[in-house]
């Protein structure tokens, strides 16, 4: 197996997709922080501290056994200045995409990089325009696994694409891992991905 350059905080399976994308060589970790927002926390901070907690906790499992650096990240919906997370369940996932049915909405991202004392956090703001969608859309959608893991309900890369009409920003952040600021990080922290792999550097 190919030697890890970086640890991933996290099992999403989209942002092991996304890194693999721009060739980082990773393995996992699996960390527990709590993602409640702090009373009156913004959702742009609350995103870049929740990234950073995520990183943090995964130093701490490896800073003395193999201490490679820790990506961590975090994203969130909002919604008329609500703050979006997870739904519990379907009538929760219901109620979601009733809420940014046929307007637009704002997705936070934030990548966070953790090496020893080394620490950068970088953070991207996207809109999200959807279409009108039916009650029977809606509920066909919430019978299938996509809305149950994800912020807002709904995966951009998925079947909630046909949805959507149009995205300013950062289609990756929306994904869940910002490529454009995780790239940033990697290289600020000197590690190779494909883009500093080239021999011109």
Same mark, same amino acid.
């Given at each position: 197996m190919t030697q890890a350059q970086i640890y991933l905080a996290s099992t999403s399976p989209r942002r092991q997709e996304l890194l693999r994308q721009i060739g980082v060589r990773f393995a996992l970790l699996s960390? *527990?922080? #709590?993602?409640? %927002?702090?009373? &009156?926390?913004a959702p742009a901070p609350m995103v870049a501290r929740l990234a950073l907690a995520?990183? /943090?906790? &995964?130093?701490?499992?490896?800073?003395?056994?193999? %201490?490679? %650096?820790?990506?961590g990240a975090d994203t969130t919906v909002v919604v008329d200045g609500r703050i979006m997370g997870k739904p519990a369940d379907g009538d929760a996932a219901q109620a979601m995409l009733t809420r940014v049915s046929g307007r637009c909405h704002e997705?936070? *991202?934030?990548?966070a990089l953790v090496s020893g004392d080394w620490q950068g956090v970088h953070d991207s703001r996207s809109e999200v325009c959807f279409r009108?969608?039916?009650?029977?859309?809606?509920?066909?959608?919430? /019978?299938?696994?996509? %809305?149950? #893991?994800?912020?807002?309900?709904?995966?951009?890369?998925?079947l909630a694409a046909v949805f959507i009409e149009r995205l300013h920003g950062s289609y990756s952040g929306v994904m869940g891992l910002p490529l454009h600021e995780t790239a940033l990080l990697l290289e600020e922290a000197q590690v190779i991905f494909w883009l500093t792999a080239q021999g011109d550097r």
């Open positions: 960390v *527990s922080v #709590d993602e409640s %927002p702090l009373p &009156g926390e995520k990183a /943090r906790a &995964g130093w701490e499992q490896v800073a003395t056994r193999n %201490p490679l %650096p820790v990506l997705v936070f *991202s934030a990548v009108a969608m039916t009650p029977r859309e809606i509920q066909h959608y919430c /019978r299938t696994s996509e %809305p149950y #893991d994800k912020a807002g309900a709904y995966g951009i890369q998925g």
